[in-house]
């Protein structure tokens, strides 16, 4: 069982989305990504400060008044005013992407007043849709400043004093650092490239100001570099993305060349695609020149192309000639994107990237979901150019045409099979210290197994506070290679640690042959653990090598179906039919690396309570129970 507290080590390598290395990627790795602006939902801090009617920057948008003739305002969404954190508004989001050729959402994230802004869309809207992980994501922290009157002027007039300031101190900082690698960095479908989880930042200039110097800044680089390390990640992907594509002048070229160089940068990237004119064409025109100047640098430059402007619901003295007012179509559009296509085939060695300007931007007039001006007119265009060839699921799953049933408790009578299963026994390892033989621990009915923990009752054992149940199928029922699969619910109780593992069913010392835990979850925790152990990866220096992984998000009090895949060369752990875990035979292979293909694998179910990683049991909290569905074993046809 686990040995120590992790919070998570990213050992997925066919998951992970953008893994292969440069030389191998291929003509459709594309990654078509549209930024997400998450500003309408009723955020508490938006609340307070600037839309107090609830609806986010509806507020605003729908107050977008005409400057001039001809000047479409306010913006009419044909799917209407939607909130962004509701998971079936931006389920339809994703699909409706898929089917035109995007991949890929870019959420803006905030961090004002010591204090998660806008973060609802991500983690309500987006990673609570149903096919949330058919879709790409990343996160660009949007550390900019913002006045009062800049999001709603309504409210604030001329004020433009600074309502938000992006400045962060270490203590915020390393909770940020903390928050992005165990809330996202660790979703299968977050993009990583060779591994490294991609972490945008809006202004590394605000960055430094914050830190009050680029030497300490660079500190605060590597500092958020060696935690993604300690997660299990061989780094990050950092990337400044600025608003506008910045022109490179004999004044600013200097210090854009030492941030690259001293910070590390990985790549640049833009928000808008900059080099604004009024006529549409000569914008995308003069964004493609910046676009190419960047290149000096020597780092990839990712393409953007902005669907177009209008941000004049903001700002009541902007008119005709601060919008995009000509040549504006879904036509030019698609001609740009060819463009920013044919710049990512340009450049083989980088990924594919390409950033569009934006999914939402109806405060910006930059948006791919469909108005009642367009329609899908934009989307479609991207369609037209990218084609959807590129669309791949970045989840695997189990397929289970390629599996057949060898064995299986439905647990459909009214005792436990011993002919199958034998009840833990009390030991002196944490895992069953509390075990015993108490009937009550251990019941099937109604279809399931039941496993609780509960206070010793009065008069049946002194010895102990509590007693807990388990069972294991050591000696009757185990399985060399193949799939392991279990359907379980699982309670949750301070100092509880209900797990569900494997073990090898020989007679080999801890961990030489191998042990693979499928799951692991304490206490009231939103996360659970999966985990590998060997030999190898135990042995002194390669703790950090711990395959792990944390999963945040889960249907905690609801059923769940925990699957490991042990074949010759790999072992697969899945949640929900979605891989989340890949660890793979080395070639040339360490002397205890890959234990798991040498002798069949036992399974343990077991409730237990307390100990050095659970901590302490609140007996109030007791009884609490895991309730088993079914244990099935598969063997590949």
Not at 310 to 335: I, L, M, Q, W, Y
Not at 437 to 461: F, I, N, R, W, Y
Not at 551 to 568: K, L, M, S
Request: one cysteine or more.
């Amino acid at each position: 069982m686990k040995r120590q507290i992790l919070i998570l080590a990213a050992a997925i390598a066919a998951v992970l989305v953008g893994a292969c290395t440069s030389s191998q990627r291929d003509k459709n790795d594309y990654l078509v990504a549209a930024y997400v602006w998450p500003s309408c939902h009723d955020d508490s801090l938006g609340h307070y400060y600037l839309w107090p009617e609830g609806i986010g920057e509806w507020e605003v948008i729908k107050q977008g008044d005409p400057r001039f003739e001809g000047h479409y305002q306010p913006k009419r969404p044909l799917w209407g005013y939607e909130m962004d954190d509701d998971p079936q508004v931006v389920d339809r989001w994703i699909h409706t992407c898929l089917d035109h050729g995007v991949n890929t959402l870019v959420y803006d994230w905030y961090w004002f007043k010591e204090y998660p802004y806008l973060e609802g869309a991500l983690d309500n809207g987006f990673l609570k849709a149903k096919d949330c992980r058919k879709m790409n994501f990343y996160i660009m922290w949007a550390n900019h400043d913002v006045k009062w009157n800049y999001w709603n002027y309504h409210l604030y007039g001329d004020n433009e004093d600074i309502l938000f300031s992006p400045d962060v101190d270490w203590e915020n900082y390393k909770i940020i650092v903390d928050r992005i690698i165990t809330r996202y960095f660790c979703q299968p479908n977050y993009v990583k490239f060779d591994g490294k989880p991609v972490m945008s930042i809006f202004s590394m200039d605000n960055l430094i100001r914050s830190f009050g110097s680029i030497e300490e800044t660079t500190k605060a680089v590597a500092y958020f570099r060696d935690e993604a390390k300690k997660a299990g990640y061989p780094d990050i992907f950092l990337m400044e993305t600025f608003g506008g594509a910045p022109a490179l002048k004999e004044d600013n070229t200097p210090h854009e060349k030492e941030k690259i160089e001293t910070l590390g940068l990985d790549a640049v990237s833009f928000y808008n695609m900059g080099g604004f004119d009024c006529d549409y064409e000569k914008h995308c025109e003069n964004s493609v020149g910046l676009r190419e100047a960047w290149e000096q640098f020597g780092v990839p430059v990712f393409p953007c192309v902005s669907i177009g402007w209008d941000d004049t619901p903001r700002f009541p003295a902007k008119g005709e000639n601060d919008v995009t007012r000509f040549n504006h179509s879904p036509e030019v559009f698609a001609k740009y994107l060819q463009i920013a296509k044919d710049y990512a085939d340009a450049h083989p060695n980088q990924p594919k990237l390409i950033n569009i300007n934006a999914m939402n931007e109806w405060v910006e007039g930059s948006y791919l979901l469909p108005d009642e001006v367009t329609g899908y007119g934009y989307l479609d265009a991207v369609k037209s150019v990218m084609g959807t060839d590129h669309i791949k699921d970045p989840v695997a799953r189990v397929n289970y045409d390629e599996w057949e049933l060898t064995w299986s408790d439905e647990f459909d009578g009214t005792a436990l099979d011993t002919t199958s299963w034998t009840r833990c026994k009390e030991g002196s390892p944490d895992w069953c210290r509390h075990m015993s033989d108490e009937e009550s621990l251990v019941e099937v009915h109604d279809g399931m197994l039941s496993l609780k923990a509960a206070v010793t009752p009065e008069g049946l054992d002194e010895k102990r506070l509590y007693i807990t149940g388990g069972v294991q199928s050591q000696g009757k029922r185990s399985q060399q290679l193949g799939m392991f699969e279990v359907r379980a619910r699982l309670g949750c109780a301070k100092g509880f640690w209900p797990a569900i593992w494997l073990m090898p069913d020989r007679q080999i010392g801890w961990p030489h042959g191998g042990e693979i835990d499928m799951m692991e979850h304490l206490n009231h925790d939103n996360i659970f653990y999966q985990t590998l152990h060997t030999g190898y990866l135990q042995s002194e220096g390669r703790t950090d090598e711990n395959h792990s992984q944390a999963r945040p998000y889960f249907d905690r009090d609801g059923w769940n179906v925990y699957t490991a895949v042990v074949e010759q060369d790999t072992v697969k752990l899945y949640v929900g039919g979605e891989e989340w875990l890949s660890y793979k035979r080395e070639q040339p292979q360490a002397e205890g690396q890959f234990p798991f293909a040498d002798h069949p694998f036992y399974m343990i179910l077991s409730a237990q309570l307390g100990g050095q990683w659970v901590g302490e049991v609140d007996p109030a909290e007791l009884p609490v129970q895991m309730d088993i569905d079914y244990v099935r074993f598969y063997k590949k046809k």
